[in-house]
């Protein structure tokens, strides 16, 4: 690991942590919220969150054929529900902003299956786990037990 962030900027780390636990009583559904951090880890190449994240959901019950089915979700027929697909779809276009520039039809797909504070919350949390993502990634730490 490059630099270990958790205790070189632990007030850092902790704001985005106050984040995080606004996250978790927001009422989106975990295991939505957990799903959406791994397809956005997925993008992002991170090791450390992908680890994390796909052991979280495990622990939630999520089977392994969704779990290894995340990032072909369009591709996956009913095993997803609508507002894993709607949270997923605008994931990947939040995340690839530079890219997408979040369209409108993106934007009216979402709102159509999310109430204004969910997508807003959603938000917040795709915000965070690029953030998250990015410190891991630049600061090359890797998965649980990987040495």
């Given amino acids: 690991m490059r630099i270990d962030y958790t205790k070189t900027s632990p007030a850092g780390v902790k704001a985005l942590g106050g984040v995080y636990g606004y996250i978790t009583q927001s009422g ?18 991170c090791a450390y969150c992908l680890d994390m994240h796909t052991r979280e959901l495990t622990r939630k019950g999520v089977d392994v054929q969704k779990l290894a089915l995340v990032q072909v979700w369009h591709e996956a027929g009913n095993l997803f529900s609508d507002r894993e697909k709607a949270a997923l779809a605008w994931a990947e276009s939040v995340t ?12 009216e797909a979402a709102a159509a299956v999310f109430e204004e504070k969910e997508l807003a919350d959603l938000t917040i949390a ?21 040495g």
């Fill in 28 to 45: 989106l559904e975990p295991a939505l919220v957990e799903l959406t951090y791994l397809r956005i880890s997925q993008i992002n190449g």
């Fill in 96 to 107: 690839r902003v530079a890219d997408t520039h979040v369209p409108d039809d993106a934007f």
């Fill in 126 to 146: 795709i915000g965070l786990m690029n953030a998250f993502n990015r410190l891991a990634i630049s600061f090359r730490r890797g998965p649980e037990g990987a």
